[in-house]
Nanobody
Framework: QLQLVESGGGLVQPGGSLRLSCAAS????????IDWFRQAPGKEREGVYC????????NYADSVKGRFTISRDNAKNTVYLQMNSLKPEDTAVYYC?????????????????WGQGTQVTVSS
């Protein structure tokens, strides 16, 4: 089955860190640009970061600049989202999705694959 699987979410205190993983199953990620999204309760889905097939990143959320980092390890068929200095407003379900392109420059397209999401809760 061709799919993306997110992991690494959980409950963390404000100021803490989590690393989310997005692993591909049934296909290889190395020719896809990958996006991380998040959706908080009652809010629209928000794009966070995109990473190209070679590792170039594009940030879409000013609120995470300087705190979140996207990376990939094509040998492990996995993309990561390192989240530091977490805040309660980062609480959301985080999703990864594979673009049908190698780069993050395209708009108005349909994603090739989506993950099921992983819950991140930042609370004391």
């Amino acid at each position: 089955q061709l799919q993306l699987v997110e992991s690494g979410g959980g409950l963390v205190q404000p100021g803490g860190s989590l690393r989310l993983s997005c692993a591909a199953s049934g296909f290889t990620l190395d020719t896809y640009a990958i996006d991380w999204f998040r959706q908080a309760p009652g809010k629209e889905r928000e794009g966070v970061y995109c990473i190209s097939y070679r590792g170039g990143s594009t940030n879409y959320a000013d609120s995470v600049k300087g705190r979140f980092t996207i990376s990939r390890d094509n040998a492990k068929n996995t993309v990561y989202l390192q989240m530091n200095s977490l805040k309660p407003e980062d609480t959301a379900v985080y999703y990864c999705a594979a673009r049908p392109y190698k780069l993050c420059q395209e708009f108005d397209f349909t994603y090739a694959y989506w993950g099921q999401g992983t819950q991140v809760t930042v609370s004391s």
